[in-house]
Nanobody, 119 residues
């Protein structure tokens, strides 16, 4: 089992920054990939960014150049640095990890953290 603890959300003015964290704990062999998703009421959850082992990243077009995903493999923690935030970035942000447990690769979700961009 993998437990994910998210933190870092909050209220920020347009143009501001926030950094989200996602710490994984539990019994697993490795974290293969960490992803960040967001969801607003009435809409589907959308992929924001992913970072795989080796640091390979992928971003949604809407956040390219503004958001940066990173990870600390020793601490099993992922980060999403969000700069130049816009009101349309307001959402609940979820982290998702792909963990290897024995021969299995399983996905787990964090509890979500609210990000509100408003003046």
């Amino acid at each position: 089992q993998v437990q994910l603890e998210e933190s870092g959300g909050g209220l920020v003015q347009p143009g501001g920054s926030l950094r989200l964290s996602c710490a994984a704990s539990g019994r697993f062999n490795s974290i293969n990939a960490m992803g960040w998703y967001r969801q607003v009421p009435g809409k589907q959850r959308e992929l924001v960014a992913t970072i795989r082992t080796g640091g390979i990243t992928n971003y949604a077009d809407s956040v390219k150049g503004r958001f940066t995903a990173s990870r600390d493999n020793a601490e099993n923690t992922g980060y999403l640095q969000m700069d130049s935030l816009k009101p349309e970035d307001t959402a609940v942000y979820f982290c998702n990890v792909e963990a290897r447990i024995g021969v299995l690769e399983l996905r787990y979700w964090g509890q979500g953290t609210q990000v509100t961009v408003s003046s």
